[in-house]
């Protein structure tokens, strides 16, 4: 079985930085994704990464640690329009290599 | 490049009735598309992957004879919900994978279905 764990929302201020956790338990891993999500509309990709370590792109940065289960995705600069939930997403080993979501984080930045 | 849709965008149906919601890959093609349901205020649930030219497979839990599922190309399948009622109102988005991007082989989304049942 899967379960991703993130925390159900997060407060934040414009220009800040804010670390946004997922912890997973899968039975095969196979990458991991964030996704940005606004209200009402298809998730977005953000990043993704399948070996340990920092990936940098912009303003976001995801970490990854397989062997402890733990990513986190990094906001810097916070700007009112990251107001979103994030979606942390495991990707299965499997066959059809399908995605598992975690709980998401709805993520409000204020002035 | 990597554009799904998906249609139409909002349904409101009579409980009792079916309704189909399209998903399609416009500029590539995709063996594998991806079901997922989402009640407000949660997160994306996997319902069922759907396979060009063979049966859906389902997540556990979820009927397959009330969900039915039709790949028939490469760049289109299909979500009936049969004999809607109002639990099943909900945001239903499909997700497609890119044949050619065999290296992260990421999901593109489409940008859901609202189906309100009465």
């Known amino acids: 079985g899967q379960n991703i764990d993130q925390p159900t929302e997060m407060t934040a201020t414009e220009g800040a930085i804010v670390q946004i956790n997922c912890t997973y338990q899968t039975s095969g891993f196979n990458g991991l994704f964030w996704y940005q999500q606004h209200a009402g509309e298809a998730p977005t990709f953000l990043s993704y990464n399948v070996l340990d370590g920092l990936e940098e792109k912009g303003r976001f940065s995801s970490f990854l640690s397989r062997s402890k289960g733990y990513s986190y995705l990094l906001l810097k600069e916070l700007q009112m329009k990251d107001s979103a939930s994030y979606l942390c997403a495991v990707r299965d080993r499997g066959g059809f290599q399908k995605l598992v979501f975690g709980t998401g984080t709805r993520l409000l930045v204020s002035p | 490049g990597a554009v799904v849709s998906q249609h139409p965008s909002w349904v409101i149906c009579k409980s009792g009735t079916s309704v189909k919601i399209e998903c399609r890959s416009l500029d590539f093609q995709a063996t594998t598309m991806f079901w997922y349901r989402q009640f407000p205020k949660q997160s994306l649930m996997l319902m069922a992957t759907?396979?060009?030219?063979?049966?859906?497979?389902?997540e556990q839990g979820v009927e397959k004879d009330k969900f039915l599922i039709n790949h028939a190309s490469l760049t289109l399948s299909t979500l009936t919900v049969t004999s809607a009622h109002p639990e099943d109102s909900s945001f239903y988005i499909c997700?497609?994978?890119?044949?050619?991007?065999?290296?992260?082989?990421?999901?593109?989304f489409g940008p859901g279905t609202r189906l309100t049942v009465l």
């Open positions: 997700s497609a994978r890119d044949l050619r991007r065999e290296v992260d082989n990421e999901q593109f």
């Open positions: 759907s396979n060009e030219g063979s049966k859906a497979t389902y």
